[in-house]
């Protein structure tokens, strides 16, 4: 960061944001406004109801709260930057342009790989459950976190010092609401070729891999699920992975779109599944994982009756 001016006679970027038009402005100001005051509310009751209900100290929860703190993160990151952009000037640093790339990949990584413990959770759980407790002990749930927090630090960092030696004196336009890699990239007046080939090699192994993880999980457990005799029993089984499933669709659905494509193809229609992905995603949790969940349920009304009380 310390040599910004040596390596891009840009000193600010300019978000172009999600629209132009000044009337639309406002109006976007409280939408997102909203929607990340809900994020932020309804991720804090999911933690708040986790810790206050002993019931839910079980593996499963546990990485529940730690994915509801990265989404608080994740979204932070992004949604105050646009509602500044929303009512002032849309311009960022070049330094916090970067800052705010790294902790986007950093955060977004950190839930890809929250949601794979979370499959291996209910992997052990279905097709191996009197190891469960032994298997899916204290210690190795905080191993499992650990490493889900840490590694996408150094994938997001690689790719942040491999930016970071471009030179940006085209354009300082980014069209996006966000300073994302691909749209950096087009306006880099130096050789994207390095970059090109990390993110299409790492970049891609780094997006695949949690999704075959959790694929390969869900094939085993349909497999074990199957060999239930009782359909209440099959049923109870499917009941716990709907809301992970759900999550997981959304989640690499919208990403994959974004980034497993060329950076020739890259549009502003690529806006719409970044929402998805940095903001409705992060929204949608807490209600994903509260309706249907007799467990959050319960220790939903236990936290609103301890609060009232």
């Not at 949690?210 to 390969?216: A, K, N």
């Given at each position: 960061?310390?040599?910004?001016?040596?390596?891009?006679?840009?000193?600010?970027?300019?978000?172009?944001?999600?629209?132009?038009?000044?009337e639309?402005?406002k109006?976007?100001?409280?939408?997102?406004?909203?929607?990340?005051?809900?994020?932020?509310?309804?991720?804090?009751?999911?933690?708040?109801a986790?810790?206050?209900?002993?019931?839910?100290?079980?593996?499963?929860?546990?990485?529940?709260?730690?994915?509801?703190?990265?989404?608080?993160?994740?979204?932070?990151?992004?949604?105050?930057?646009?509602?500044?952009?929303?009512?002032?000037?849309?311009?960022i640093?070049?330094?916090?342009?970067l800052?705010?790339?790294?902790?986007?990949?950093?955060?977004?990584?950190?839930?890809?790989?929250?949601?794979?413990v979370?499959?291996?959770?209910?992997?052990?759980?279905i097709?191996?459950?009197?190891?469960?407790?032994?298997?899916m002990?204290?210690?190795?749930?905080?191993?499992?976190?650990?490493?889900?927090?840490?590694?996408?630090?150094?994938h997001?960092?690689?790719?942040?010092?491999?930016?970071?030696r471009?030179?940006?004196?085209?354009?300082?336009?980014?069209?996006?609401?966000?300073?994302?890699?691909n749209?950096?990239?087009?306006?880099?007046?130096?050789?994207?070729?390095?970059?090109?080939?990390?993110?299409?090699?790492?970049?891609?192994?780094?997006?695949?891999?949690?999704?075959?993880?959790?694929?390969?999980?869900?094939?085993?457990?349909?497999?074990?699920?199957?060999?239930?005799p009782?359909?209440?029993?099959k049923?109870?089984?499917?009941?716990?992975?709907?809301?992970?499933?759900t999550?997981?669709?959304?989640?690499?659905?919208?990403?994959?779109?974004?980034?497993?494509?060329?950076?020739?193809?890259?549009?502003?229609?690529?806006?719409?599944?970044?929402?998805?992905?940095?903001?409705?995603?992060?929204?949608?949790?807490?209600?994903?994982?509260?309706?249907?969940?007799?467990?959050?349920?319960?220790?939903?009304?236990?936290?609103?009756?301890?609060?009232?009380?």
């Amino acid at each position: 960061m310390e040599k910004v001016n040596q390596t891009s006679s840009v000193s600010e970027f300019i978000l172009l944001g999600l629209s132009s038009r000044p009337e639309d402005q406002k109006p976007l100001f409280i939408l997102f406004l909203t929607m990340y005051l809900v994020t932020i509310i309804g991720n804090l009751l999911i933690i708040l109801a986790i810790h206050s209900d002993s019931q839910l100290q079980t593996p499963m929860y546990f990485f529940l709260s730690f994915l509801s703190f990265t989404d608080i993160c994740f979204t932070t990151t992004v949604v105050p930057r646009m509602l500044v952009n929303f009512l002032s000037e849309k311009t960022i640093s070049y330094a916090g342009c970067l800052t705010q790339m790294y902790f986007i990949y950093a955060l977004g990584n950190t839930d890809s790989c929250l949601l794979v413990v979370m499959a291996f959770d209910r992997y052990v759980a279905i097709c191996d459950p009197f190891h469960y407790v032994t298997t899916m002990n204290h210690h190795r749930c905080v191993l499992l976190v650990a490493f889900s927090c840490s590694l996408p630090h150094l994938h997001s960092l690689l790719h942040t010092l491999l930016l970071n030696r471009l030179n940006f004196c085209d354009s300082s336009i980014i069209h996006h609401f966000l300073c994302d890699i691909n749209p950096l990239l087009k306006l880099s007046c130096s050789s994207t070729f390095v970059n090109e080939i990390v993110i299409m090699s790492e970049g891609s192994v780094v997006l695949v891999t949690p999704f075959l993880c959790i694929t390969f999980s869900y094939i085993r457990i349909f497999i074990a699920v199957l060999k239930i005799p009782s359909a209440a029993g099959k049923r109870k089984a499917f009941s716990t992975c709907g809301s992970h499933l759900t999550v997981v669709t959304l989640f690499y659905g919208s990403i994959f779109y974004v980034y497993l494509q060329p950076l020739s193809t890259y549009t502003a229609r690529d806006h719409i599944a970044t929402l998805a992905y940095t903001v409705l995603s992060s929204m949608l949790n807490p209600f994903i994982y509260s309706l249907r969940n007799k467990d959050m349920e319960r220790g939903m009304r236990k936290l609103m009756a301890r609060r009232k009380s």
